[in-house]
């Protein structure tokens, strides 16, 4: 269908609640990946699906993030106890094929912010 | 970690111009890509150059990758105002895993 999408657009929480964002990835799209964006900065790797399990997690910043994914479809990513640097862009991408020579689709985003 | 760092951080042209942007990494990989990103959201793919190649052409842009230097550069030549965006380098490293490794981009503004 469409290209990847995001919810919600954007995301105001209080310091110390939780939040959860979602990504519908491209139909038939078997890898899933998200990365955030600070202000100003590049692109931060988070965490990488294939099919239903996640090989990479290697960029969660601490054990207050998770991610899943069920179906092979859509992916969430929970934050716990929200800090104020969790503010960000947080983006989700899709690729046909695993493996980084299959070009990834990004999301519009969510931007977060944590008062 | 920052694999790619682009230069120069911030780029100001008038329409017709062409624009150079580069792109400098540490180790060693399996392709360069650059995507562009307006208004600080989604990122659209743009062109992706292999370890083994030197040159590839898509429209007006053109990019450029040397290994020995560890360094890339995207040219967009005739400038559009619509071609204002950030631009961001990634990198897939060699014996790494999926995932992309950008740089902070260069905010490139065309001036009609």
């Known amino acids: 269908g469409a290209g990847v999408s995001q919810s919600p657009s954007n995301k105001v929480t209080e310091k110390g609640k939780d939040v959860e964002l979602r990504c519908d990835p491209i139909?038939?799209?078997?890898?899933l990946y998200w990365y955030r964006q600070s202000l100003g900065q590049g692109l931060e790797f988070l965490i990488y699906?294939?099919?239903?399990?996640?090989?990479?997690k290697s960029g969660l910043p601490s054990d207050r993030f998770s991610a899943e994914r069920t179906g092979e479809s859509v992916s969430t990513l929970t934050i716990q106890r929200t800090q104020q640097e969790d503010s960000a862009v947080y983006l989700c991408?899709?690729?046909?094929?695993?493996?980084?020579?299959?070009?990834?689709?990004f999301g519009p985003g969510t931007r977060l912010t944590v008062l | 970690s920052q694999q790619g760092e682009e230069d120069p951080q911030a780029l100001s042209i008038q329409e017709g111009e062409n624009a150079t942007m580069n792109c400098s990494y540490k180790?060693?990989?399996?392709?360069l890509q650059w995507y562009r990103q307006n208004s600080g959201r989604g990122l659209v793919h743009l062109i992706l150059i292999r370890s083994n190649e030197r040159e590839k052409h898509s429209g007006r842009l053109r990019v450029t990758l040397d290994t020995s230097k560890k360094s890339s550069s995207l040219l967009i030549t005739a400038s559009r105002a619509a071609d204002t965006a950030s631009y961001f380098c990634a990198t897939a490293t060699q014996g790494g895993s999926e995932k992309l490794v950008f740089g902070k981009g260069t905010k490139l503004t065309v001036n009609p």
């Open positions: 699906f294939q099919g239903n399990s996640a090989p990479d």
């Open positions: 180790t060693s990989i399996n392709n």
């Open positions: 139909s038939g799209h078997t890898a």
């Open positions: 991408a899709s690729s046909f094929l695993a493996g980084v020579t299959d070009t990834q689709y």
